[in-house]
């Protein structure tokens, strides 16, 4: 069984920052790509950064040079550095990754989401 874990949101004032942590646990093999996307509210959910096990990442244009990916091999752990943070950034923010457990093949997990509310 495989569980990721999202901490690090809140509420925060406008042009503030945040570091969101996402950690995974389970018979855990493989972690392949990572990546952090969010939900606003009557919206669908976008991918926001990716980071592949060998650290190239990709963001969505509206966070690039705001936000900041990366990944701790060793912890199985993505973060999501968030800089001049801005209203629109409100949304649920969920991490997933591509993960290769013993038994079985590469599967796509995600965690549950944590809240970022960013006060104008």
């Known amino acids: 069984q495989v569980q990721l874990v999202e901490s690090g949101g809140g509420l925060v004032q406008a042009g503030g920052s945040l570091r969101l942590s996402c950690a995974a646990s389970?018979?855990?093999?493989?972690?392949?790509?990572m990546s952090w996307h969010r939900q606003a509210p009557g919206k669908q959910r976008e991918l926001v950064a990716t980071?592949?096990?060998?650290?190239?990442?990709n963001y969505l244009d509206s966070v690039e040079g705001r936000f900041t990916i990366s990944r701790d091999n060793a912890l199985n752990t993505v973060y999501l550095q968030m800089n001049s943070l801005k209203p629109e950034d409100t949304a649920i923010y969920y991490c997933?990754?591509?993960?290769?457990?013993?038994?079985?093949?590469?599967?796509?997990?995600w965690g549950r989401g944590t809240q970022v509310t960013v006060a104008s």
């Open positions: 389970g018979n855990i093999l493989v972690i392949n790509s």
């Open positions: 997933a990754a591509g993960i290769r457990v013993v038994g079985d093949t590469t599967r796509t997990y």
């Open positions: 980071t592949s096990s060998y650290g190239r990442t």
